[in-house]
């Protein structure tokens, strides 16, 4: 299989490039200006607007992975806008690529968030459920509106709503981690709050699967069947760890210190199950977070 990815330098990206790789499938990367240009890579750039058709001409698959940390730093309204923009605006332009392509790929995977849900308590969220609240939800609904133009093409959507990644190499936990490591780990807030999260091993599973899988299109909930709370992630990880959890982050403190991101990214309650990815029959390999947790740390 020849699969187009953008994204490739990212924690995911980078993770899939060597999966797909390995299994000999020929991967070429869209790199943006002044990022690493190897044999094979084709050059883009998103704000300008430039991406060679013929480039892309003859891909079997797309894997759009591109897209702003949402949690490098305060939400200023210019950091606000780069979020936005480097997922509509990318969605946006390599969509019009690919509709004009002779050669169109057979499936598009574009990466999606459960941002998508908002702060919804402890509601069990599928597939089905509505878009919620909040940033995060608003920029998440137009992003995934952004590949509806390919509705009109033969080729198969896929819209993967990816929760809280779990890998040694990066994300959340990588910054969490020696925290908990010193001994001063703790809940946030009430620590009712769900966390919807994933083994990074289970990701790239369930993309190799949803793009080997033709009866699967639109919305996925990339996450693990088992969400847990704020509490009981702090919990299994200190333990893991053997260290206490006896500190803890109130509400307010993370408010003045975080602004909206940690309101929204923190604070807020999304409790997603994979409800598409279940039915269809797809085995998660690490369903349960202490397991999950052990496997990704090598303890």
């Not at 240009?37 to 698959?61: C, F, K, M, N, Y």
């Not at 608003?138 to 198969?156: C, F, G, H, P, Y």
């Not at 200190?238 to 509400?251: D, E, N």
């Amino acid at each position: 299989m020849k699969v187009l990815i953008s994204g490739s330098t990212g924690l995911v990206g980078s993770a899939l490039v060597r999966l797909l790789t390995s299994d000999n499938h020929h991967v070429t990367r869209l790199v943006r200006p002044g990022g690493p240009i190897t044999h094979g890579s084709v050059l883009w750039d998103p704000q300008r607007g430039l991406l060679d058709s013929e480039a892309i001409e003859g891909h079997d698959a797309v894997v759009h992975l591109a897209g702003e940390n949402i949690a490098a730093g305060r939400w200023t309204a210019d950091q606000k806008k780069r979020i936005r923009e480097s997922r509509v605006r990318g969605t946006s332009m390599l969509c019009g690529r690919l509709k004009s392509l002779k050669k169109p790929p057979t499936v598009a995977l574009f990466a999606s968030a459960i941002g998508i849900y908002g702060d919804r308590s402890d509601e069990e969220l599928t597939e089905q459920s509505t878009p919620g609240p909040g940033f995060l939800a608003m920029v998440t609904k137009e992003w995934e509106a952004a590949s509806d133009v390919l509705a009109e093409t033969s080729i198969r959507v896929v819209k993967l709503r990816i929760g809280v990644v779990l890998s040694k190499e990066g994300g959340a936990l990588v910054r969490i981690l020696p925290v908990f490591k010193f001994g001063l780990g703790g809940k946030i807030g009430s620590g009712r709050q769900y966390m919807s999260w994933i083994a990074i091993d289970d990701l790239l599973n369930i993309v190799k699967y949803v793009l080997s899988h033709d009866n699967i299109s639109g919305a996925v909930n990339a996450v693990s069947p088992n969400p847990a709370t704020n509490e009981e992630f702090t919990k299994s990880l200190g333990k893991l760890l053997s260290r206490p959890t006896i500190f803890s982050v109130p509400r307010l403190a993370l408010k003045l210190a975080a602004g909206e991101m940690g309101n929204e990214l923190l604070l807020a309650s999304t409790r997603v199950l994979p409800e598409k990815l279940i039915s269809s029959g797809f085995r998660f390999e690490y369903p349960d977070l202490e397991q999950a947790l052990k496997h990704v740390l090598g303890r």
